[in-house]
Each structure stands twice: as structure tokens, then as C-alpha cells.
T-cell receptor
Framework: NAGVTQTPKFRILKIGQSMTLQCTQD?????MYWYRQDPGMGLKLIYY???????DKGEVPNGYNVSRSTTEDFPLRLELAAPSQTSVYFC?????????????FGPGTRLTVL | DQQVKQNSPSLSVQEGRISILNCDYTNSMFDYFLWYKKYPAEGPTFLISISSIKDKNEDGRFTVFLNKSAKHLSLHIVPSQPGDSAVYFC??????????FGTGTRLTVIP
């Protein structure tokens, strides 16, 4: 049981390039999330999904896209990378019916846009 | 608009003493509050939670207190251990199950 896995661990992009951050969970969780954490800041929600085929915007969705074709996978797409997207990105998942939303996080992807 | 605030970026405590981490919030609609712990180069891990209808929840060395009238919660760690050194995030949960995180407090427990 690997939990939530993310690839790659690190990436450097040039301005205007695109990339996909991968996220997979093996806990059969319906809910999945993408966050970004800027230096000295808390985590901010980019997008989330309540199940396969359903996605919705979080606090900071601009510049990103997501898809959820399976329960396990929730990739995050950056189409035109900008320096403002330099951050650490965390994927998380949680069960549908828990009283408190205990989210399980992956180890993160550190992205630098130059 | 920061709905959850942790005004102390860092805290140092001697091993064996009590650590108190504070958190303030502005959104009265939060129905749960959660504390997460984060080590470097890892994702956050869940530590303890409290329902908005409770004022205290305890789990071993960790206790969370909620003061709704002051919109304030705190995490107490007793006794503090060197392995507790990490960044602690407070988060408020809305009915939509989304979490709003504070900026974190870096706890250092000195042996």
C-alpha cells in the first residue's frame, strides 16, 4: 500500500513550457486534491475532484487544468508555465464519508519556472 | 484573504516541556479543525482534529483546544520530544470538505 505517489519529485521548466504532474493513490479514495505551497505560506487548493469524471476549482485554479478519468489518478496540467507557478505541489486524497476530512498527502513535486 | 492564521512562524521548546501552537480563524462556517505535521521533503500528515461543537480533544501527548467565541484554537504537546520538531499547520474544514490552511509554525524541540 503506497498511499499517494507523485512524480516527478523535482522539475525545472522554462517560461512557456508545459508539463503534467502525476498523482496516483491506491487507497480507493473518491476525493482527490491538488495544492500548492509557496515559501512561508500555507497550502492553497488548486483543484479537487469528488470522483472519476468530476472536478472543480479551488482557491487558485488559474493557469492549471486537471482531469479525473479513473479513481486512482488525478494529473495536474500546466499549459504555459510562468515564474509565479514556482512552488511545491502536493496531491492528496481522502475518503468520501469521514467526519473530518483527513487528507493523505503525497511527498510533493518541487517545480521551478525560469 | 487568509481565513486561517498562524501568527508565530517559529517556536523553540526544551525537551520535556509543553509546546503550545496557536491558530486563529475568521470563517465561522468551519465545522472541523485539523492539525497537520510536516517534515522537510515530505507531505503533511494528519495529527489531530476537533469538531466545532467541542472545546477539547485529546490524543496521547496531543491536545487541541477550541475557543469559538475568540475564533482561536491551540495545540498542546506534552511532553515535547525532539521527534516533534516539524512544521505544524492548522486547517479549517468547510461543509464542502475543503481545507483552508494556515501558514504554519516551525517547532524546534531542543534536547
Amino acid at each position: 500500500n503506497a498511499g499517494v505517489t507523485q512524480t516527478p519529485k523535482f522539475r525545472i521548466l522554462k517560461i512557456g513550457q508545459s508539463m503534467t504532474l502525476q498523482c496516483t493513490q491506491d487507497m480507493n479514495h473518491n476525493y482527490m486534491y491538488w495544492y500548492r505551497q509557496d515559501p512561508g505560506m500555507g497550502l492553497k487548493l488548486i483543484y479537487y475532484s469528488v470522483g472519476a469524471g468530476i472536478t472543480d476549482k479551488g482557491e487558485v485554479p488559474n493557469g492549471y487544468n486537471v482531469s479525473r478519468s479513473t479513481t486512482e489518478d488525478f494529473p495536474l496540467r500546466l499549459e504555459l508555465a510562468a515564474p509565479s507557478q514556482t512552488s511545491v505541489y502536493f496531491c492528496a486524497s481522502s475518503q468520501t464519508r469521514s467526519l473530518h476530512n483527513e487528507q493523505f498527502f503525497g511527498p510533493g513535486t518541487r517545480l521551478t519556472v525560469l | 484573504d487568509q481565513q486561517v492564521k498562524q501568527n508565530s512562524p517559529s517556536l523553540s521548546v526544551q525537551e520535556g516541556r509543553i509546546s503550545i501552537l496557536n491558530c486563529d480563524y475568521t470563517n465561522s462556517m468551519f465545522d472541523y479543525f485539523l492539525w497537520y505535521k510536516k517534515y522537510p521533503a515530505e507531505g503533511p500528515t494528519f495529527l489531530i482534529s476537533i469538531s466545532s461543537i467541542k472545546d477539547k480533544n485529546e490524543d496521547g501527548r496531543f491536545t487541541v483546544f477550541l475557543n469559538k467565541s475568540a475564533k482561536h484554537l491551540s495545540l498542546h504537546i506534552v511532553p515535547s520530544q525532539p521527534g516533534d520538531s516539524a512544521v505544524y499547520f492548522c486547517a479549517g474544514q468547510t461543509g464542502a470538505n475543503n481545507l483552508f490552511f494556515g501558514t504554519g509554525t516551525r517547532l524546534t524541540v531542543i534536547p
